[in-house]
C-alpha cells in the first residue's frame, strides 16, 4: 500500500512539474501531434519511420508478421486510446481502480513499481526535451501499461512477468547501458542496449497471422523467434 501512495505521490509530482513547463509555453498544449507514417517495402525490413504510429485493428490484422514485430520494436509509446484501436477492444472501459489488488503479485514487486517509475520518467524527459508536453500524458503513461496488463489477464501476465522480471531487473540495476521501453504497437515491455538502440528483450502481446492477440517473449540473440505463453 506504500509503494501504491508513493507511485501515486510521484506521479503527481511529475504532473506539477509539466503543468509549470507548459505555464512557460501554453501554446505546446495546443499543438497538433505529427503525423507518422508505416512505410513498408518488399525489400527491406527497417523502412519504418522513427516513430511509427500504433495502428488501427483493421491494418494491424492484414500486416505481415515481421512488419508486426517492428512496430512493437519502434513505435513510441501510446495513449490508451491508441492502444484500444489497435486490439479492437476500449480499454478506457478496463477499471484499473483495483488494479492493485488483482495483480498484487506486480504491485508489490518492487522490480514492477521502480519499473513503472524509470517508464514515466524516461517519457517525461522525452517530452520535455521535444517540447511537445501534453498535460494528460503523465497518468496515462502509468494507466496504459495497467490497461493492457489488465487485457491480457492474470493468469497470463504471471507467466509472462516471471519470464520478463529478471530482464527487466538486470536493466534497472545498470539504467547507463539499457533503456526500458512501455507499451505501444502489440509491445508491453521492452529493454534496448542503450548504446546500439537494439532490443535484447520483449514482452508482447499482439496478432500473429490475423488471430490472437498472443502472449509472448523476444530475446536475444535471436529476436525474430517467438516464445509463446498465452
Given at each position: 500500500m506504500r509503494d501504491n501512495l508513493n507511485f501515486k505521490v510521484f506521479l503527481s509530482s511529475l504532473i506539477a512539474i509539466v503543468m509549470v513547463f507548459t505555464a512557460v509555453s501554453p501554446s505546446v498544449l495546443y499543438a497538433e501531434e505529427t503525423v507518422k507514417e508505416i512505410s513498408v517495402t518488399e525489400n527491406s525490413e527497417d523502412t519504418f519511420s522513427e516513430e511509427l504510429q500504433t495502428p488501427t485493428y483493421e491494418e494491424v490484422i492484414n500486416l505481415e508478421n515481421n512488419e508486426v514485430e517492428i512496430i512493437a520494436e519502434q513505435a513510441a509509446?501510446?495513449?490508451?486510446?491508441?492502444?484500444s484501436e489497435y486490439y479492437n477492444t476500449n480499454l478506457e472501459n478496463i477499471n484499473i481502480d483495483n488494479f492493485d489488488e488483482?495483480?498484487?503479485f506486480l504491485t508489490s514487486d518492487s522490480v514492477f513499481n521502480e519499473m513503472e517509475e524509470i517508464i514515466a520518467i524516461q517519457e517525461a524527459e522525452a517530452q520535455l526535451s521535444q517540447d511537445e508536453v501534453n498535460a494528460q500524458w503523465v497518468?496515462?503513461?502509468a494507466?496504459?501499461?495497467r490497461a493492457l496488463t489488465s487485457k491480457a489477464g492474470k493468469k497470463a501476465m504471471e507467466k509472462g512477468w516471471s519470464v520478463a522480471r529478471p530482464h527487466i531487473?538486470?536493466?534497472l540495476k545498470n539504467l547507463d547501458n539499457y533503456v526500458i521501453d512501455g507499451p505501444s504497437g502489440g509491445r508491453i515491455i521492452q529493454v534496448r542496449n542503450k548504446k546500439t538502440k537494439q532490443p535484447i528483450f520483449r514482452l508482447d502481446y499482439h496478432y500473429i497471422d490475423g488471430k490472437g492477440p498472443y502472449l509472448h517473449y523476444h530475446v536475444a540473440p535471436n529476436m525474430k523467434k517467438h516464445h509463446f505463453i498465452w
Open positions: 509509446p501510446a495513449t490508451i486510446e491508441q492502444l488483482k495483480f498484487e497518468p496515462v503513461v494507466a496504459a501499461l531487473e538486470k536493466a
